[in-house]
């Protein structure tokens, strides 16, 4: 039996517990199989989205977990030689 991982489901509050730790990294699969933890006998299988899960904490899931293009703006700054929008001491020329 592998490593499971519990997390929180944002609009319920309620503990899911996630077994595929490879699918839940992987950025091109949106969603996730896990089971809810409630009530004394171990629940049925269900699919959550990814974007609903967060860590225990509150902390949401590392984007690069959902979104396939997280470094798009990154790689294109590299190719471009410039810097993000948000980078205001970086001059771009007259």
């Known amino acids: ?10 609009s319920t509050n309620h503990l899911v517990e996630v077994a595929d730790i490879v699918t839940l990294s992987n950025p091109y699969e949106l969603t996730v199989v896990g089971r809810y933890l409630w ?3 171990m629940q049925d ?8 899960l967060c860590f225990l904490s509150g902390e949401a899931l590392p984007r ?15 190719r471009c030689g410039t810097k993000a929008a948000e980078d205001g001491d970086y001059y771009q020329g007259a």
Do not use: I, N
């Open 1 to 10: 039996m592998g490593a499971k991982m519990l997390f929180k489901d944002t």
């Open 39 to 41: 009530g004394e006998e």
């Open 45 to 52: 299988p269900e699919v959550f989205d990814k974007t609903q």
């Open 64 to 78: 690069c977990w959902h979104d396939s293009r997280y470094r798009d703006r990154e790689v294109r700054r590299l």
